[in-house]
């Protein structure tokens, strides 16, 4: 990113409700500019963490530090952010210009200055100008979502935060819609903070990622690094569809898999690494022909195949485990059902985690 | 086969509207031809017809100050009555809370007493405090009874309610009475008018409540009935016809302004700016 110092930095944020810890000693630095998302399950905690950076809800304890000033106790009207709710909250009962336009009429500002700001959000979101006059619940789901941003850009905030507003639209519009929500990040060069439970909705957008799970904040990287070096079993089975052998540290620089009764060769373990889990991702698994063709093999059969679109997958029974393997369509395996194949990858291939 | 089932089903169908037409409102119509003799007793079939007794009805002062006392007592009731429905049905409706569920049930039990008897409670209490029955404790009374209903009417409103849209309005620099007068009250309007209708239509016609209540004062449903048991005019008719048009005129309306309002609102105006 930048050389500036971080627009937002979190220090030891925790939020308890009576026994329940929603979110545990979070820490976090966020770049001016920067889109960052945080990704977890339902019931992580991403929520909570949001509306305690929105204002709507007080930390327990921790700090939260808006460019160095402490903004814990600040309620949401009084801070310089915005939210772009995941119902999206437009006001039903006023037009596509009123809502735009809310933040300004409560700030003061005279009509006609508020109408020229609200019309230029609109052309800078290819919203059709004389939908100002339009009412909001007469709007598509797209526009609706383009009237949100604009509504909340229009309040001018130093950080913009999204809490999962593309989860209720269609898979097509909304792959649109995280085009366009990038693009806008770029032409306005503010800071976007994004939630979801999409690993691959985040992966599209994001500078950065932070995986959460259980209240904490569990890894942080760009999605290039969460996607290839996932340091848990849990942010490497968030991303998707993925084969995990537990495994031991053999001594030999390999690991042990207890239940298959045979070493792997493994990538350099962590430091300290005892005990954990091999990743292989179903499109680093392939079929070979004999032992010699990977670094490591097992036997196993063919227990079903799906057709996925451009890929094929494949589950193979090892015993009792069931690996999946992906293929390109064009590359498709020519096996059947119950036919014994022999899988394989290479050390380089597969990932070692802790639990 | 088919086809005669459907003139059957077809038949059934207008059958029922008709009894439904002939039974609850042949009876009110009843009340007007009764009103329209210009004989001293009603008997049918009517042999001279007239609106003498509309127009002595309309000259009666005394007619006058029933009207006054029942339109002072139902805009009492319903100014009061939306004004604390509206935050019982927030709190009943909007917020969780500890508590709710007795609270809920609390408020709306009022509604399952007899009203004779809640009437009666009522007088009891006002005397024991050594209040002195008029058109105020009336009002009091009304209210008992017609609170929870209106609560009931707004909370319907209520539940449909986005609380992100506070959120929202907070989050955009609201202060709270900003957000609660640009946005929960206009969105709440619909049912915050129902509620209005339903404690004025619902004040403008009570008659046990009144009776123990009142005191003094008068309402037309007190004298209604007054003059049903000692002293009918077919000015009884009359004043029962005036008084169930006067309601049904400001049904009408309120169902007008909600349509107009509603179409205003889908239409999009261009109120803004």
């Known amino acids: 990113m930048t050389g500036r110092p971080p627009i937002l930095q979190l220090r030891n944020l925790t939020k308890v409700f009576g026994t329940f810890t929603a979110v545990n000693d979070v820490n976090l630095d966020i770049e001016e500019g920067e889109f960052f998302t945080i990704v977890g399950p339902s019931g992580s905690g991403k929520t909570t963490l949001l509306r305690m950076l929105t204002g709507m809800e007080f930390a327990t304890s921790g700090d939260i530090l808006l460019r160095g000033t402490r903004i814990n106790d600040l309620p949401a009207n009084k801070r310089p952010t915005c939210m772009v709710f995941q119902s999206l909250a437009l006001f039903p009962h006023r037009t596509v210009g009123q809502n735009i336009e809310f933040s300004l009429k409560i700030k003061g500002i005279d009509p006609a200055t508020r109408k020229r700001r609200a019309l230029e959000l609109m052309r800078q979101l290819r919203l059709p100008e004389d939908y100002y006059g339009k009412n909001v619940t007469k709007c598509s789901g797209g526009e609706r979502q383009r009237v949100a941003l604009a509504r909340a850009l229009a309040y001018e905030p130093d950080i913009l935060f999204f809490d999962e507003p593309l989860s209720a639209i269609d898979y097509k519009l909304r792959k649109t819609l995280e085009k366009e929500l990038k693009d806008i990040h770029r032409e306005t060069g503010k800071t976007f903070i994004y939630i979801t439970h999409s690993l691959e909705e985040a992966m599209v957008m994001s500078d950065r990622i932070g995986v959460m799970r259980a209240g904490r904040l569990v890894q942080v990287g760009s999605p290039q690094e969460i996607y290839s070096a996932p340091q848990t079993k849990f942010v490497s089975e968030f991303i998707g569809d993925v084969n995990v052998i537990a495994v031991t540290a053999n001594g030999a620089g390999g690991v042990h898999a207890a239940e298959f009764g045979v070493s792997f060769k493994a990538p350099p373990a962590p430091a300290g690494f005892s005990a954990g889990h091999l990743v292989v991702r179903p499109e680093s698994l392939r079929f070979v022909a004999g032992r010699s063709e990977a670094e490591n093999v097992l036997e196993g059969r063919v227990y079903n195949e799906y057709a996925l679109g451009s890929r094929i997958q494949y589950q193979v029974r090892v015993g009792e485990h069931v690996f999946i393997v992906e293929k390109l369509r064009q590359q498709a395996f020519g096996g059947h059902r119950d036919d014994a194949v022999l899988i394989g990858w290479d050390a380089s291939d597969s990932i070692l985690v802790t639990d | ?273």
């Open chain 2, 1 to 273: 086969m088919n086809s005669s089932a459907d003139r059957m089903r077809r038949a059934l169908i207008w059958a029922w509207t008709a009894a439904v037409i002939v039974f609850m409102y042949l009876p009110a119509l009843g009340l007007v031809l009764a009103s329209s003799t210009s004989s001293r007793y009603f008997i049918f079939p009517i042999t001279k017809w007239g609106f003498d007794w509309w127009q002595k009805t309309f000259a009666s002062l005394e007619i006058h100050q029933l009207f006054r006392t029942s339109l002072l007592i139902a805009a009492c009731v319903t100014v009061i009555a939306v004004v604390i429905a509206l935050f019982g049905a927030l709190a009943f409706a909007r917020y969780d809370w500890k508590g709710r569920s007795i609270y809920q049930k609390i408020v709306l039990l009022p509604i399952f007493f007899p009203q004779s008897v809640l009437g009666l409670a009522l007088l009891l209490w006002f005397n024991a405090l050594g209040f002195t029955m008029s058109w105020q404790t009336a009002v009091f009374a009304h209210l008992v009874w017609i609170i929870p209903v209106c609560t009931l009417v707004i909370s319907i409103q209520v539940y449909s309610f986005d609380p992100a849209l506070e959120e929202a309005a907070f989050d955009l620099g609201a202060t709270k009475w900003q957000v609660f007068r640009e946005v929960t009250l206009p969105v709440l309007f619909p049912g915050i008018f129902s509620g209005a209708l339903f404690a004025f239509l619902l004040s403008w016609g009570n008659f046990p409540l009144s009776l123990y209540t009142t005191g003094a004062d008068t309402t037309l449903p007190e004298y209604l009935y007054a003059k049903m048991i000692a002293g009918y005019t077919p000015g009884v008719p009359v004043l029962g016809t005036v008084s169930t048009l006067g309601a049904a005129v400001l049904l009408l309306l309120g169902y007008f302004i909600i349509v107009v309002l509603r179409r205003r609102r889908s239409a999009g105006s261009d109120e803004a700016a």
